[in-house]
Nanobody, 116 residues
């Protein structure tokens, strides 16, 4: 089992920045990858960014060049730096951990609201 706790969400104006954090309850080197997903009202959950145990990253086209995913293995924490935020980035952001056995774990989510 992996417990994930997100923080850093909030209200920001368009063009602003936020940094989300996700603290994992166990060593991240035991996980294949971690990532961020988001779900806007009335829409399906979608991938935002992922980072593998080898630090390879992947981003949704809609956030490339604006968001950066990173991790601190010593702190068992993954970050999502979000710059140049747009109203369409408004969503609940969820942290995900994918284990070596193919099991997915999810945090409870943190709300990001971008005002125009």
């Amino acid at each position: 089992q992996v417990q994930l706790v997100e923080s850093g969400g909030g209200l920001v104006q368009a063009g602003g920045s936020l940094r989300l954090s996700c603290a994992a309850s166990r060593f991240m080197f035991s996980l294949n990858s971690m990532g961020w997903y988001r779900q806007a009202p009335g829409k399906q959950r979608e991938l935002v960014a992922t980072i593998t145990s080898g630090s390879s990253t992947n981003y949704a086209d809609s956030v490339k060049g604006r968001f950066t995913i990173s991790k601190d293995n010593a702190k068992n924490t993954v970050y999502l730096q979000m710059n140049s935020l747009k109203p369409e980035d408004t969503a609940v952001y969820y942290c995900n951990a994918h284990s070596g056995l193919g099991v997915d774990f999810w945090g409870k989510g943190t709300l990001v609201t971008v005002s125009s």
